[in-house]
């Protein structure tokens, strides 16, 4: 059978924000870009995107800067962030934000025409550059955009749109290849639509594939989130850090059933919703932890008169960092005060004019009103948590992206590092800009230092099509089976609160299910096959998941999106290891190491107040902080 082929300078896997600003990079760099997507063009996870991209521009509060927000940033994520990471997100997110509105984006105003600011959780000012909840839309159609110019710009120079930069879509990538030198020499793939196999032979990859929602029932995020990139690095010799933090969002919709999960933005609360149980209580003030005490409001009147006066009052318990929300209304759910379906009520009908809800929250009103006839300009929402964001990822080198594969790159939500424990809204969308960019240009630099193009070997491409198409040529059990398993284990076992016991017993499941999974098939032709796609895509979630289960094993503490109920205290001495998923030789397992996390650099870390630091950070850091400031 023919294996449809190309050839190009750098491959960029994923449409999202990462990869469109990655690919923007390496086209601006003149190196000849394919763009690879399993979904539409312009219908990747980012589009879903609500609240907004954080940048400390100071356009509501002039007291913002890019030191703020990098405190916010580590302070979100527990200071197990890649300081460097936090960095240069702290410092380039505002151009990234300019750059995209000269590239035609079209962001809501303040009064005197600036960038409009919204307030999120855990960010001390209002920072998050938005449109209206549909922020993410306005990023993916602005960089759309901007593919579709340099590719007239193409036509003009060369005669031909397609020259420098071409998109791939509803093609589905699985296995990068290797020269016999290690270093990357393409990628393989099939299109979904027709089932044809096709392969990129190129020394540069850029992974921008996104997250790994899928490997769990009750999720925010859609059919795409199958851990691909995250397996596919693995399976290339890349090594992934901190698979044990996961964010759950505190508000995903809880009913009807069929709609479990889908994100309620945390713009509702940031705009001024409020969250209580079925005693009416505002409970979010019974669950502000030691490390947050003297930064949020203790009573209500405080917390809403934050929303009209920031600079007097500390804001409402309800915008603390998603991980304290997620597990407070889990408590309250566990003990007895939940809302009839199962969540707690948010509400912001009681908080603001129904055609204020309607003009800052349209998409909002909406989803309730469409997907559960609730019109939340009168009612109350049901809500509770929802697995939205994995805060794990490939590792890689902050300034360029790079992974420990000669030619492979990652960015955007399939890289870890940058959010540490947990990430705090908005932060999202401010990386993919950043870490894209870098990405990029890490991956055209690498390809011009090439002396010559690493070569894609026959064997590797044989053992790629063997693999891709085995599903079709059994009559094994039905994927679907094996995925609703998989996701019920990690949904029950490895969720929001974990503890030994369930965790062993989840990786005893998943063992048993690496197992089934290899005898899974699919009936049917190649041609748009969903049975077929599904069998290739439960190696990468049944591999992500056991990185997931066998680092959340090992840590022994209570951090951001990991919080382990036999463990229940943060701990300085974890605070400073970072747990390293690889492969076995063999490839059948996964194992993990603990890495040394490297100290901060002496300007950043005197950022930090002492009293500060000593809630996170050990005593012989701490000693090395004052011999530092003395
Ligand atoms: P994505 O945008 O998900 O793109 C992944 C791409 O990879 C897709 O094109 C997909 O088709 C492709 N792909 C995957 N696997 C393969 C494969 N094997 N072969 C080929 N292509 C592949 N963050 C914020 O900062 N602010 C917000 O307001 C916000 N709101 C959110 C709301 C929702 C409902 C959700 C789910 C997330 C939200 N987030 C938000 C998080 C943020 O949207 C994501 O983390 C971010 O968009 C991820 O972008 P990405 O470029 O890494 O990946």
């Known amino acids: 059978m023919e294996i449809e082929r190309h050839e190009y300078d750098v491959v960029v896997i994923g449409a999202g924000g990462a990869g469109l600003r990655a690919a923007i990079e390496a086209r601006q760099q003149g190196k000849r870009t394919a763009i690879v997507c399993k979904s539409l063009f312009g219908k990747a996870h980012t589009v879903m995107a609500e609240g907004g991209a954080a940048a400390a521009m100071g356009n509501v509060n002039s007291d913002d800067n890019w030191m703020v927000h990098f405190r916010d940033t580590m302070r979100g994520g527990k200071f197990l962030n890649n300081w460097r990471m936090a960095e240069l997100h702290a410092k380039e997110a505002p151009d990234r934000v300019w750059e995209l509105e000269a590239w035609g984006a079209l962001f809501d105003r303040t009064k005197d025409g600036k960038i409009s600011q919204r307030n999120f959780g855990g960010h001390e000012y209002p920072r998050l550059a938005h449109v209206g909840d549909r922020t993410g839309l306005e990023l993916i159609r602005t960089l759309q955009q901007r593919v579709v110019a340099l ?36 990628a393989f793939g099939y299109w979904r639509e027709n089932g044809r196999l096709i392969l990129f032979d190129a020394p540069a990859v850029v992974l921008a594939t996104g997250g790994i929602g899928k490997s769990y029932v009750v999720t925010s995020n859609s059919w795409e989130y199958t851990g691909d990139g995250h397996a ?20 995903g919709m809880v009913w009807p059933p069929s709609v479990r999960g889908i994100l309620v933005t945390e713009s509702v609360r940031g705009d001024g919703g409020v969250l209580r149980n079925s005693e009416g209580k505002r409970f979010m003030f019974d669950y502000i932890p030691e490390v947050f005490k003297d ?36 408590s309250e759910v566990k003990a007895g005060r939940g809302s009839p379906q199962g969540g707690v009520f948010l509400d912001v009908s009681s908080r603001l004019p129904a055609a204020e809800i309607i003009r800052r929250l349209p998409s909002m009103h909406h989803q309730f009103k469409e997907l559960a006839d609730v019109d939340i300009t009168a009612e109350p929402m049901q809500v509770g948590p929802t697995c939205h964001y994995i805060m794990g990822g490939v590792e890689v080198d902050a300034d360029t992206g790079a992974a420990d594969v000669p030619g492979l790159f990652a960015a955007g939500e399939v890289s870890g590092g940058m959010h540490g424990s947990n990430r705090l809204g908005g932060n999202s969308l401010s990386d993919l800009l950043v870490f894209g960019r870098r990405a990029g240009a890490g991956a055209a630099s690498y390809v011009n230092g090439l002396a010559a193009r690493p070569q894609v070997s026959e064997e590797s491409v044989a053992a790629a099509k063997a693999e891709a198409l085995a599903p079709l040529e059994r009559s094994g059990e039905n994927p679907y089976e094996v995925h609703q398993e998989l996701q019920r284990t990690m949904n029950e076992l490895v969720g929001i609160i974990r503890k030994a016991e369930e965790v062993t017993e989840a990786l005893e499941g998943v063992e048993k299910l690496k197992e089934r999974a290899h005898g899974v098939g699919a009936t049917g032709s190649r041609i748009y096959n969903p049975g077929w796609h599904l069998c290739l895509d439960l190696r990468n979630m049944l591999l992500v998941s056991e990185c997931v289960a066998k680092a959340a094993l090992i840590r022994q503490e ?66 090395d902080f004052d011999a530092l400031v003395k």
């Open 558 to 623: 209570s951090r951001g999106g990991h919080t382990r109920d036999d463990f229940p205290g943060m701990s300085p001495e974890w605070r400073r290891k970072i747990l390293v998923c690889g492969l076995s030789p063999d490839g059948s397992d996964v194992t993990v190491e603990e890495k040394a996390q490297p100290a901060m650099r002496d300007d950043l870390i005197t950022l930090f107040d002492r009293a500060e630091l000593k809630k996170y950070i050990t005593e012989e850091e701490l000693a």
């Open 151 to 186: 590719q007239q710009e193409d036509e003009r120079l060369h005669g031909d749109a397609e020259a420098y930069i071409k998109v791939f879509q509803e093609c589905t990538v699985t296995r990068l290849l290797k020269d016999d030198e290690g270093a990357i020499s393409g």
């Open 232 to 251: 596919l690095a693995l399976l290339a010799g890349a090594k992934l850090i901190n698979m044990e933090f996961i964010q759950f969002h505190p508000t």
């Open 295 to 330: 930064k949020y409001a203790t009573t209500e009147e405080e917390g809403d008169r934050w929303y009209t006066d920031q600079a007097n009052n500390r804001r409402p318990p309800e915008l603390l960092p998603r991980d304290e929300v997620a597990r407070a209304i889990n």
